[in-house]
C-alpha cells in the first residue's frame, strides 16, 4: 500500500573531547571495527560532522526509539564516548549541521515522476515550523552557507532525503515532533488529493 511508507532520518551532530577539541568523524570512524556500528553512527560528506543512522520503521516514534538506542548502545558499549559533549542544532563550531528526512515515497505515486508536490508541502508544513525553533544567529550562519533552501532534496533508491531542515537532535521532543510532522503532511500528500 502507497501510503504505508518508511521513514527513516540521518540527523548530523558534533562531537567535541572534554578539553574542546572537536572529532573529526572520518577520524574517529575510519578506527571503527564494528560493521554494526559504522552502519548506526557515520560520517557525513565533508568527514567532520558524525550522522546517525538509525533503522527506518514505518512509525516515526520508533525511528527516535531508535536513536536513542544508538545512543545508548554506542555509549554503554564504549564507555570512553560518554565524556564527550555532543552538539547538534542548525550550526556549531563553524559547521552547519542537517536533519535530513527520508520518506520512502517513490516519484511514481505522483503520476508524473515528480516530487515537487511532496517538496512544496515539506516546505510549508515541515521546513517553515522547524525554522521558529532554531536559534536565529545560528539560523543564519547555516544559510549563509547555503543550507536551510526550501525544497533542499536528493532523491534516492527508496525515495527522497528532505535536507531542508537543521539538526533537530537537540531534544527526543523535537526529534520526535519532527519526524512525527514530516509523515503527517508525506501521508497527507499522498493520500488526501485536497490537501
Not at 521513514?7 to 573529526?24: H, K, M, N, V, W
Not at 552502519?39 to 565533508?46: F, K, M
Not at 563553524?94 to 515515497?105: D, E
Not at 503520476?111 to 508541502?121: E, F, H, I, K, R
Request: hydrophobic share 35%; proline share 6%; glycine share 8%.
Amino acid at each position: 500500500m502507497e501510503n504505508d511508507f518508511l521513514i527513516g532520518a540521518d540527523p548530523e551532530f558534533l562531537c567535541y573531547t572534554p578539553s574542546g577539541r572537536r572529532l573529526e568523524s572520518s577520524d574517529v570512524l575510519e578506527n571503527e571495527e564494528s560493521d554494526t556500528e559504522i552502519a548506526s553512527i557515520g560520517s557525513d560528506g565533508s568527514g567532520i560532522p558524525f550522522e546517525l543512522r538509525p533503522a527506518p520503521s514505518l512509525d516515526p516514534l520508533k525511528v527516535v526509539s531508535n536513536i536513542r538506542d544508538i545512543f545508548i548502545r554506542k555509549v554503554e558499549k564504549e564507555p570512553k564516548y560518554a565524556k564527550y559533549k555532543w552538539y547538534a542544532g542548525s550550526f556549531h563550531g563553524r559547521h552547519p549541521l542537517g536533519g535530513h528526512v527520508h520518506l520512502g515515497i517513490t516519484s511514481r505515486v505522483f503520476g508524473d515522476d515528480d516530487y515537487s508536490p511532496l517538496l512544496y508541502a515539506l516546505n510549508q508544513y515541515l521546513a517553515c515550523p522547524s525554522l521558529l525553533l532554531d536559534n536565529k544567529s545560528k539560523l543564519k550562519l547555516r544559510l549563509s552557507h547555503g543550507y536551510c533552501t526550501f525544497s533542499n532534496s536528493r532523491t534516492k533508491d527508496y525515495g527522497i532525503e528532505y535536507r531542508t531542515v537543521g539538526s533537530w537532535l537537540t531534544s527526543p521532543y523535537i526529534a520526535a515532533s519532527i519526524l512525527c510532522l514530516a509523515k503527517t503532511v508525506a501521508y497527507e500528500v499522498v493520500t488526501n488529493p485536497d490537501f
